[in-house]
């Protein structure tokens, strides 16, 4: 019975979720976290499900209404989305054990906001409409919105208010970009769109190819990219640690949106809008990553570091898109599912360990002595050496998939340098966090052994890609050619006989 | 004769001209006022992306011009959202301001 709606599980079950969670209000936490939880469960169950149909190649189609393409709503589930969605589910899990840990209760709705984030990512990841791409976007922002400033504070809406200002602004263009790209081609559908694009010659194709710049400015502000990456460090840094573990998700969403409308539909077969993107994309990423890193070595709180750490990593996914071969997307999608559990587990252990630092928290300036040093300084450690790119951690084969697809000197010399100036960085605050102690302040408390155990997970996770390397890899592979198949794709969602939707002729 | 296009075109070049200069002060009362003048120049940029169009039914009744329906539904939709976006970015704005005792961006009196 619920098998042909599988596709649309991970959409619906967050947003049966947060109507439940929102009816509970401000009952008792206990009640509202095991609901919240077992949710986020049945959530997993779904992506689970999905990947494993996804993986024999088939494309998931959703008909919302049952419309035929392109006329109503598509969802679509390929490789890319499946895995996504289970990335958001496997993130989102640990997170909300650690949130539980008490953060949950330091502002309202807490719960209701955190599954309407999960519907916008999931919605994002298996959407197969522009415009339906817009409204879960917003869906996923406004619930971050309020998620930004949970727990108040000055220093949070003094970041926020810049926030909602640049992504209104941001969704703005978007709505631009998508109203040329229907001007010129009278489609929303994406199958359709990139059929029609094609044929699109002169001097209409200069309008593609703004409405498809348009969209790479909104994506790359999304994913953080140069010179649109200045809102997130001091964002993500403010935010409270759950909160900006599970904004590591949200730049993933400007990359896959990438991959689907510049990757997909701007492609090879384009016509005369063929690949505006990677001339532009390469050269950003190669100095976001730069920058990235710099600002890690700048930070001076640890989960300003790791902010910074997330812009790079998110452009070292960015450089392997821009290679624009379907083994630079294998490596992409790969470093970036890893990178994302990783980050996203070195924010909550920022705050395990800001927790037990007294009053100076996540600065990078001596203070008192971690309750247990051993155990998150083994954890950070672990994070680290992945996120830099050492063997035999996932990171380095992730960085390693990367160079073997590039066959540029400025691509090796960016990655590599990049993990050598992560590296300092992390050390430098690793040395400042757990040996540069004033011995006379007081001890700390231990952690919340929950919170420990989710952190410990995520990253266990993370670092579990290692040993199930080969199949990821196999995975990846198949979900990047499948991308560049643009014609099963057409095939899926369209059917043989595509009908005309425009109700009028093209404009002489 | 001015054409319907010039009209709409100027007109929504201007109020997206108005908005941008609203959304570059320094203080959150104008920016919000230029976050919703640009949802009006980019509603009425999505509801001319259908063509213009005089006298024409959105829905097909034999032969005759006819208007496409999508764009009327897509700004409906991008209405709702930025309606409610804004006014969302009303009251984080006046949050701020309660939090920080200035209507600053910066969330500060500038130099101080």
Known sequence: ?508 | MISLEFLVASGVGWVAACAIWLLLRGRTFPVVLGLSLLGYAVNVFIFATGRLSLGAPPILLGAGSVADPLPQALVLTAIVIGFATVGLAIEIAARSRDEAGSDHVDGEEPGR
């Open chain 1, 1 to 508: 019975m619920i098998e042909p709606h599988l596709p649309a599980l991970p959409v619906l079950l967050p947003l049966v979720a947060a109507v439940v969670l929102l009816w509970l209000g401000d009952a008792a936490p206990r009640i509202v976290r095991l609901v919240s939880l077992a949710f986020v469960l049945l959530g997993l169950g779904a992506a689970l499900a999905l990947v494993d149909r996804a993986s024999s190649g088939e494309l998931l189609l959703y008909r919302l209404g049952a419309w035929p393409a392109p006329f109503g709503i598509v969802l679509v589930v390929d490789r890319l989305a499946a895995l996504m969605v289970l990335l958001v589910q496997l993130v989102a899990l640990p997170v909300l054990v650690h949130a539980s840990g008490g953060w949950d209760l330091r502002g309202r709705y807490f719960h209701a906001l955190f599954q309407f984030l999960l519907m916008g990512l999931c919605g994002a990841f298996v959407t197969g409409d522009l415009f339906n791409l817009f409204v879960f976007f917003e869906v996923l922002l406004t619930a971050s919105y309020v998620l930004l400033v949970h727990g108040h504070g000055r220093e949070r809406f003094r970041w926020g208010v810049p926030y909602v200002v640049l992504n209104l602004v941001a969704s703005a263009l978007f709505l631009i970009g998508v109203a040329v790209l229907y001007s010129a081609t009278g489609t929303l559908n994406l199958a359709d769109l990139a059929r029609r694009v094609a044929e699109v010659g002169e001097p209409d194709a200069a309008l593609l190819r703004s409405g498809a710049l348009l969209l790479f400015v909104v994506f790359g502000f999304k994913a953080a990219l140069a010179p649109l990456h200045l809102w997130l460090p001091a964002a993500y840094a403010a935010a409270s640690p759950p909160v900006a573990a599970l904004f590591v998700l949200m730049t993933k969403v400007g990359v896959v949106a990438i991959l689907r409308v510049h990757g997909a539909v701007f492609g090879d077969a384009a016509g005369a809008a063929a690949n505006v993107v990677p001339g532009w994309l390469m050269p950003l990423a190669l100095v976001t990553a730069a920058l990235g890193v710099f600002g890690a070595l700048a930070a001076h709180t640890l989960a300003h570091l790791i902010a910074w750490l997330n812009i790079a990593s998110v452009a070292t996914v960015l450089i392997a898109v821009s290679l624009w071969s379907a083994a630079g997307w294998s490596a992409a999608l790969y470093y970036m599912v890893h990178s994302t559990l990783v980050v996203a587990a070195l924010f909550l252990l920022a705050e395990l360990v800001a927790a037990q630092r007294g009053a100076a928290r996540g600065r990078l300036e001596p203070a008192s002595p971690v309750a247990q040093p051993a155990l998150l300084g083994s954890l950070l450690l672990l994070a680290a050496a992945s996120i830099v790119g050492l063997p035999p951690l996932p990171g380095f084969l992730g960085k390693l998939m990367i160079l073997q697809a590039a066959d540029s000197a400025l691509v090796w010399t960016v990655v590599l340098a990049s993990g050598f100036v992560t590296m300092i960085g992390l050390a430098r605050a690793g040395s400042i966090l757990f040996w540069s102690v004033r011995e006379e302040s007081e001890r700390g408390r231990a952690g919340h052994s929950a919170q420990l155990v989710a952190t410990a997970g995520l990253l266990a996770l993370g670092v579990a890609m290692a040993l199930a390397a080969a199949p990821i890899k196999d995975y990846t592979d198949a979900a990047a050619l499948q991308l560049r198949d643009g014609d099963a794709y057409l095939r899926a969602v369209l059917g043989r006989a595509a009908p005309s939707v425009r109700p009028y002729p093209p404009a002489p």
